[in-house]
C-alpha cells in the first residue's frame, strides 16, 4: 500500500478543511498516480470533495463514522473493518491512502511506499503528514523531479519504507 501526499515545507496539507494550494499539475500527477486503482480516504477528506462526491474513475472507500453509504463509494466505520476491505485487494500496489493527517496517521504502519509532492511554501497548515525525512524507518528513494505550478516550485518524490521494526502487515 502506498501514500500519496502533497505537502508544504513543514509537511503541512490541509487548513480549514481544504487543500494549502491550488496546484493543477499536482492535481493532474494525482489523478494520472490514481487512476483506476484504489484510493482510501477519511470522512473529512470526502467532505472536501467538490460536492463531497467520490472521485471519479477510482474505487473510493471511506473510513467515517458519520458518512451515509453511496451507490459509488463505499463507507467503512472502523479502521479494523477498513483493513479487513483492503486486505482482500490482490494487487496492494492499486491502493493509494488519499489523507487526511488521521488516515495517513492510522495507515502509515502498514504501508511501504509514498508519493509525495513538496511544495516550496509554508502554506500555515492545521493538518500534517508525518515527516518523513526525519522518520528513522522511511527513507527519499531514487530520483525527484521538479516542476514549477502557479508560482511554486514543486518536487515529486518516492519514499519507502526501509525497516528497523517489521512493519504491519494486513494480510
Ligand atoms: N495535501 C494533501 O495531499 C491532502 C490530502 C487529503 C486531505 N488533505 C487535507 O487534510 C485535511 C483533513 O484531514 P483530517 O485529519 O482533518 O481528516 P481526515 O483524515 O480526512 O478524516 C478524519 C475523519 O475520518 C474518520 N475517521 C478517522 N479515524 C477513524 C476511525 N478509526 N474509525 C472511524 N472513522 C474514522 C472520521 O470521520 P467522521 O467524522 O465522518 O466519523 C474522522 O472525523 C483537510 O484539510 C484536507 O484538505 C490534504
Not at 471519479?56 to 476491505?85: E, F, K, M
Not at 496492494?92 to 493527517?101: K, N, T, V
Not at 516550496?120 to 530520483?143: C, I, Y
Request: glycine residues 8%; proline residues 5%; neutral net charge.
Amino acid at each position: 500500500m502506498q501514500l500519496i501526499a502533497c505537502v508544504d515545507q513543514n509537511w503541512g496539507i490541509g487548513r480549514n478543511g481544504n487543500l494549502l494550494f491550488r496546484l493543477p499539475a499536482d492535481m493532474k500527477f494525482f489523478r494520472a498516480t490514481t487512476i483506476h486503482q484504489t484510493v482510501v480516504m477519511g470522512g473529512n477528506t470526502f467532505r472536501s470533495l467538490p460536492g463531497s462526491k467520490p472521485l471519479p474513475n477510482r474505487d473510493n472507500v471511506v473510513l467515517s463514522t458519520t458518512l451515509p453509504p453511496g451507490d459509488n463509494y463505499l463507507v467503512v466505520r472502523t479502521l479494523n473493518d477498513l483493513l479487513a476491505v483492503l486486505r482482500r485487494i490482490s494487487d496492494q500496489d492499486s491502493i493509494f491512502i488519499a489523507g487526511g493527517e488521521q488516515i495517513y496517521r492510522a495507515l502509515l504502519p502498514y504501508c511501504d511506499r509514498a508519493v509525495i509532492t513538496k511544495v516550496g511554501a509554508n502554506g500555515n497548515a492545521d493538518r500534517f503528514f508525518p515527516n518523513l525525512d526525519q522518520h528513522p524507518e522511511w527513507s527519499l528513494s531514487g530520483d525527484v523531479t521538479h516542476q514549477h505550478d502557479s508560482g511554486y516550485n514543486l518536487t515529486f518524490c518516492h519514499y519507502i519504507y526501509k525497516g528497523g521494526k517489521e512493519n504491519e502487515t494486513i494480510s
